[in-house]
């Protein structure tokens, strides 16, 4: 009888165990401690952007994801139909993928990180995506880092998205398709010239040379080997022209030593399987 009441004793002690591991497993698996690197790196650039400037009200999602070179894979690899291949370009880089063509794809994402370089971008609903190459190429240049981020965080605090298509429907619902794209892109050209400046005031804000930006541009060209013009078709500046507006604007550019330097507080909540890292300000 006493064996039986230490055989139950042992049982219970295992059950109890498996529960504890079991939920155990479920906090470690979203612990931030735990997350990938990258995303260290993002929650602290974020909060070094946030202890001086004003990021509104907002919850912001960040996701790292395989980049657009996953995409152009996938199309060379069949696949996927030409330009019907967005779907790689979001694919959670920091898992290996089972199934059909898993070793396609998983060799894709392998290649993608490699060979793939910076990109950013902002949604109009609060979503931020990096691909997990930006990480690489900007690593041991954290300032840097932070004006690409602060320019996406601009397109979002700014609506950008929203702005630019009622600009888009009020100026050009009486034009032909093509002058209206060229009408788009001019907009577009506009925006991202406005986010470059506004990144450059978060920078400004946080202490740093104030052609830190203008700095970070003209190494992210070069990185990039993007030293084209600009044309009518141009969705973003090309170089002459995008690093001569950053320039400009820090000529006049001078911060008001008697403004309040705002601060956003807020909570990050990390998880693991939707590959998401949240910024919730408080």
Same mark, same amino acid.
């Given at each position: 009888?006493?064996? /039986? ?7 219970? =002690? ?6 504890? #591991? ?13 997350? %990938? ?19 509104? !009200? ?34 959670? @880089? ?9 070793? !396609? ?14 990109? =950013?971008?902002?949604?109009? &609903?609060? /979503? ?20 690409? $981020?602060? &320019?996406?965080?601009? &397109?979002?605090?700014?609506?950008? /998205?929203?702005? !630019? ?31 470059? #400046?506004?990144?450059?005031?978060? $920078? ?11 700095t970070a541009y003209d190494f992210y060209a070069k990185h990039e ?10 969705? &973003? @500046? ?7 507006? #950053? ?7 001078? %911060?008001?030593?008697?403004?309040? #330097? ?15 890292? /949240?910024?919730? %300000?408080?």
């Amino acid at each position: 009888m006493r064996a /039986v009441k230490t055989w139950l004793k042992y049982a219970a =002690a295992i059950a109890g165990g498996s529960f504890l #591991i079991i939920g155990s497993n479920s906090y470690w698996q979203n612990s931030q401690l735990l997350m %990938p690197s990258e995303y260290k790196t993002l929650k602290a650039t974020v909060n070094r952007l946030a202890s001086k400037n004003d990021l509104g !009200d907002q919850t912001i999602t960040f996701s790292i994801t395989s980049g657009s070179k996953t995409r152009w894979n996938a199309e060379e690899l069949n696949l996927c139909k030409k330009d019907e291949c967005n779907f790689y370009t979001e694919l959670n @880089p920091f898992k290996p993928y089972l199934g059909n063509s898993a070793e !396609d794809v998983n060799e894709a994402i392998r290649q993608a990180y490699l060979f793939n370089g910076i990109e =950013a971008y902002a949604w109009s &609903h609060g /979503v931020i995506t990096v691909s997990r190459s930006t990480f690489k190429s900007y690593e041991g240049k954290e300032d840097f880092f932070s004006c690409l $981020i602060g &320019h996406e965080l601009s &397109h979002f605090l700014n609506n950008d /998205v929203f702005k !630019d298509s009622l600009r888009e429907g009020q100026e050009g619902k009486n034009l032909k398709e093509k002058k209206r794209e060229l009408l788009m892109n001019k907009i577009s050209r506009e925006s991202e010239s406005n986010a470059d #400046i506004n990144a450059t005031k978060m $920078i400004v804000n946080l202490g740093l040379p104030k052609d830190t930006c203008l700095t970070a541009y003209d190494f992210y060209a070069k990185h990039e080997g993007r030293g084209e013009e600009t044309k009518e078709d141009s969705s &973003h @500046p090309g170089y002459e022209d995008r690093y001569a507006a #950053i320039e400009t604007f820090l000529k006049t550019y001078k %911060p008001n030593p008697d403004q309040k #330097i705002e601060e956003t507080k807020g909570k990050w909540k990390y998880n693991r399987d939707l590959n998401t890292l /949240v910024f919730t %300000p408080e």
